[in-house]
């Protein structure tokens, strides 16, 4: 029998020492998606016995661009504890990273609880705020390549998140052009709608998979839609920014460590 446990110790040592490994699949492991997602709770424990807190869930694979740039189709979630979390306008040491990459995302606050299934209205009904978002992801495998149990275990590549100003949760989010630049020159530009046609769909989805799972997705959560284009490689001394029409704008810089 596969033991989880130290798949989850690999990983999540991969992560805290920022040094990356082979993939599961190459290295004699064929997880199921269900032990994938094992894996990644297992790992979530290691984090939580150190004192971190598990504060929302981030989607991923949401978009096309996404499935396109890293080769796979299905949806997948990941867990955000209050360590990834960084402040809007803050700075990020790259030397905590291997690879490090960033994405146009929209966040969700959560004022209600959410699980199961539920229609994407019904799910906005458990939103309290909207805000613009950016997701830092790192994966811990060697050249940033891996399948989906591989991706899944590393808790979806989740490495940091900067969230802007929160907005009203009767916003609209149909479809909102989003640009993101580095040092003011865009570098990627989408629209909420790339994010499965409605953002709204990616909280339903998260809900969904929450109730899968066996847990709730709690009142003061914070929920990332996923990527609507594909991700950006980050380097030493860059100013990202997300401009996201009528959410207005998240920024963070990069230094080297
Ligand atoms: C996996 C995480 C995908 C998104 O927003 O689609 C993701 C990866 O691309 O490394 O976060
Ligand atoms: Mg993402």
């Known amino acids: 029998m596969t033991d989880l446990v130290a798949l989850a110790q690999i990983l999540d040592d991969a992560a805290r020492t920022a040094t990356a490994i082979s993939q599961l699949s190459k290295s004699g492991y064929d997880l199921t998606l269900a032990e994938a997602y094992a894996v990644q709770q297992l790992s979530i424990e290691r984090r939580k016995a150190r004192g971190e807190r598990v504060i929302g869930v981030k989607m991923g694979f949401t978009s096309r661009a996404k499935m396109v740039q890293m080769g796979l189709a ?76 591989d991706v899944v275990a590393d808790n979806t590549s989740s490495s940091a998140f900067v969230v802007g100003g929160w907005h009203g949760a009767g916003t609209d989010i149909d479809n909102l052009g989003m640009v993101m630049s580095f040092e003011g020159r865009p570098v990627q530009i989408g629209s909420s709608a790339a994010i499965l046609g409605h953002p709204a769909r990616a909280l339903a989805a998260a809900s969904r998979l929450a109730h899968e799972a066996g847990f709730v997705l709690e009142a003061g959560w914070t929920v990332l839609a996923g990527g609507a284009t594909a991700a950006e490689a980050l380097r030493p001394g860059q100013a990202v920014q997300l401009s996201v029409q009528g959410l207005g704008q998240v920024n963070f810089s990069t230094r080297a460590g």
């Open 74 to 149: 299905e949806m997948v979630w990941g867990r955000l504890t209050d360590q990834m979390k960084v402040e809007d306008g803050g700075e990020i040491d790259l030397a905590r990273f291997v690879h490090p990459r960033v994405e146009p995302e929209i966040a969700f606050l959560l004022k209600a609880p959410l699980s199961g299934r539920v229609t994407p209205t019904e799910a906005m009904e458990a939103v309290a705020a909207i805000a613009p978002a950016v997701e830092i992801i790192d994966s811990r495998y060697q050249n940033f390549k891996f399948n989906l149990p």
